[in-house]
DNA sequence: ACAAAAAATGTGCTCGAACACACAAAAAAA
DNA sequence: TTTTTTTGTGTGTTCGAGCACATTTTTTGT
């Protein structure tokens, strides 16, 4: 399999490297027959430019900014941090050049500035986790008008053009869930939805899920669950949850739609029969602990960190050598228990 | 962050280009006075040469070989050549070439005589699928004293140096299994350990995988079940595990050591109670098929096409980067079921 | 002191693609 | 026909590292 280069190409056209390229990027004067040979030999062989030779010449640091939520104020972006490290460490002798943004994950306001900012700095693509999805879609917006690419991971937003997205089915991880709860849940007893979140921020990402849990279960045949929905947030404070789980003598499988089960399972100890199940996301230190006690039997992990590294290296990747950008990377739905645990750390 | 080049080294420390390639190489004659200068300099910038332009000149097509078991001969192989396939397909534009080679997974004389021909072909580096212990052994070293680089994956040995591996802990997933089991299946019942392979020539593999399984249960406290070992290989055929299965009355859970699961269940059929809980490795079609039909509760999920695409990028980067190729990466076990399936393939 | 050998250092070319620029050939205008 | 413009084509430089070769400086021997 031999490698051609413009100077094969040229040689065999009978021209010189010169109208060769002229030809292969259609740029200026090019006589009919001078495109015909070359075009001839073009179609004969298999020429595909040195990606190398091409990234050298260009000899630009590319510029690829991360926006996404304060691990300091939600833990669960720590390991999204970790990823862009990562990458980073990496890529640290290419010409990139890869710069962390971040927005309070409860305030919208922090969002737009930080995304205003960004835009400002006029990076060559932004990595963007669009937590808030009318803002997010008016900042891609921006980023596109002005030549950025952008990436987006984490949670999808629908726009009418495609965008790169690199995260979790999430409605997908709620019939995961609504499986595995099927598997351990004898089918007598009830099932609680935990929509677990101080800020409900996450949404979008809670009615996905609880969609893809009860589809699961309403598609099943003869089996008749009773499953109802608790919504938590701020003006619905711990002490009504526990009088709601009280009064929920029969609830026996809670499934966590959010990365807070160790919460719930806090607020459940003691409370009432030792036998319930619990099904959550996310692998916080946390959670990790309680799955080892076996008071979480599994945790969905949706790779927050291979989540960053990948969107990542799609980007510089396609930067460095012209490598496509997929246009949508859905990760694997990885189920956890204690005995898997340390695989995916 | 400025990127630093030879030259503006060179002209930091007063010196030619020449003196610091000299200086950096530690090749040629250099004065004592340009090596304080030039290390000085090199002290105070963080100088990491241009991949690219190392690699541009270069120039040289890499030749790396894959060595696995005939996916004709045992379906699970499938997915490891796509992963190639992949692997080729992301790298055309590089000057590597990667090429199949198939053995027989049942012969031992086929494994030496492939590697024999690889090793006259003499590429720069081999990645190994060291399904016979002891051969690939003999066969790494061979490689080695050539200056071939060896990659291993799907399976693990042990030899004096490490050894480049991407694949799973075997042991492990044998854990992983148990606390499935340990989930589903009551602990008054029995459970069989299945290692169903006609040739046994996964040996190694189905130690390790049942190692796994019975510590994770001889860990567990105040819990006795019984576990029995059923081998299956060609001079103990299906019937005589037929009649070995209906004299277990009481087993219930079953671990399937190897890709066969389906075998397991097509044996079963209408043999027993139909509650009986299946867990087995490998997303064959045959088995999804029965994962889909709840006949098998768990697979376990092996990567295989990672495993080839991971091993693959590793040695192209290597050569093409300097990148450093990881001494062990262990992929995350996966754990499948009916919904995340789809997530997988 | 002077030539020869050895040591130290600098220069220049290569890799392949990209692109500026110079120059030639053909076509249009004088 | 000559000049000017348009169109077409080839040459040469750049990117950074690597390495061969040329050149300069120092050391050694007589």
Redo the contacts between chains.
């Keep these: 399999?031999k490698?051609y280069t413009i100077k094969d190409i040229a040689e065999l056209a009978g021209v010189s490297k010169g109208t060769v390229d002229r030809v292969i990027h259609k740029r200026g004067k090019v006589s009919q027959k001078a495109l015909d040979k070359v075009t001839k030999i073009l179609g004969e062989i298999d020429y595909?430019?040195?990606?190398?030779?091409r990234?050298?010449k260009n000899n630009k640091?590319y510029q690829i900014y991360v926006v996404l939520p304060d691990p300091k104020e939600d833990n669960f972006w720590a390991p999204c941090v970790e990823g862009v490290i990562q990458a980073i460490e990496?890529f640290?002798?290419?010409?990139v050049?890869i710069k962390l943004f971040f927005y309070k994950p409860t305030s919208t306001a922090s969002f737009k500035e930080i995304n205003k900012k960004v835009l400002e700095l006029g990076p060559d693509a932004v990595l963007l986790s669009p937590l808030f999805h009318k803002e997010s879609i008016s900042a891609v917006n921006n980023y596109r008008s002005a030549g950025i690419v952008v990436s987006t991971f984490n949670s999808q937003i629908v726009l009418e053009e495609a965008i790169n997205y690199v995260g979790?089915?999430l409605y997908?991880?709620g019939?995961?869930a609504?499986?595995?709860m099927h598997?351990?849940v004898p089918d007598t007893h009830d099932i609680v939805i935990c929509h677990f979140d101080e800020t409900l921020n996450n949404a979008i990402h809670m009615q996905q899920k609880e969609k893809g849990f009860r589809d699961?279960f309403s598609e099943l045949n003869g089996v008749d669950y009773t499953i109802l929905t608790l919504s938590v947030d701020q003006t619905n404070p711990d002490l009504s949850l526990v009088n709601f789980l009280k009064s929920q003598d029969k609830a026996f499988g809670f499934f966590v739609t959010t990365s807070k089960s160790y919460n719930l399972v806090e607020i459940l100890q003691g409370q009432r029969q030792k036998n319930i199940k619990v099904i959550g996301y996310d692998l916080l230190d946390e959670n990790i602990d309680l799955l080892k006690k076996d008071m979480i039997?599994f945790l969905i992990h949706q790779s927050p960190r291979t989540q960053t590294y990948l969107g990542l290296t799609y980007l510089i990747e396609h930067f460095?050598?012209?490598?496509e950008i997929p246009n949508k990377k859905?990760?694997?739905?990885?189920?956890?228990?204690?005995?898997?645990l340390?695989?995916?750390l």
């Design positions: 399999m490698k595909r430019p040195n990606p190398i030779a990234n050298l640091v990496e640290k002798s290419f010409l050049d979790l089915d997908q991880s019939r995961v609504a499986k595995l598997t351990i699961y039997s460095l050598f012209n490598k859905l990760l694997p739905i990885g189920i956890v228990n204690s005995e898997n340390i695989t995916y």
